[in-house]
């Protein structure tokens, strides 16, 4: 009898633990929001954020970039971004963190974008597009705006 005690009581705490490990993986930073930042890049040629220049001279670009991150499912997220060069233009984006949580990839019509979790209310972003006519690479930092 004690041994069946010990065996359903080893079993118990077995799915306390894992039911506590599945909880905490399941945490992952929120999102959602507005998050505002400026970026440095370097552009060659015709670029969707960056303008139209020569394909042989690298130009050096900052632009301030507005993100609306307004879905969010565990790890997935989506929403748009929008920069003071496109006039108002959102291009959608969809992302995902990686298993640290501190780290995302995201991909938009443009390109794809590296994003690290500095803390609650700050990331960092780069990002790198290219067509067959222009190419950009830029880092920035982007903060949460808070109501």
């Known amino acids: 009898m ?17 039911s506590t490990s599945a909880s905490a993986e399941e945490q992952w930073p929120d999102l959602l929001g507005t998050w505002q930042g400026h ?19 690298p130009r050096m ?6 993100i609306h991150i307004n879905h969010q499912v565990g790890r997935r ?3 748009n971004i929008e920069s003071t060069h496109t006039a108002g233009q959102r291009v959608t984006f969809v992302g995902t963190f990686t298993n640290d949580q501190h780290h995302a990839t995201i991909v938009d019509s443009d390109g794809t974008q ?3 979790l500095i803390s609650d209310n700050e990331f960092e972003l780069c990002y790198t597009h290219s067509t067959s006519d222009g190419h950009a690479a830029g880092c920035g930092t982007f903060s949460r705006l808070l109501n």
């Open 77 to 79: 997220f989506s929403g």
């Open 61 to 66: 670009v900052d632009t301030r970039f507005i």
């Open 114 to 116: 590296q994003f690290r």
């Open 39 to 57: 970026t440095q890049a370097v552009a060659v040629g015709n670029t969707t954020h960056h303008g139209n220049g020569s394909s042989d001279t």
């Open 2 to 18: 004690k041994s069946r005690s010990l065996q359903l009581m080893a079993l118990l705490g077995a799915l306390i633990l894992a």
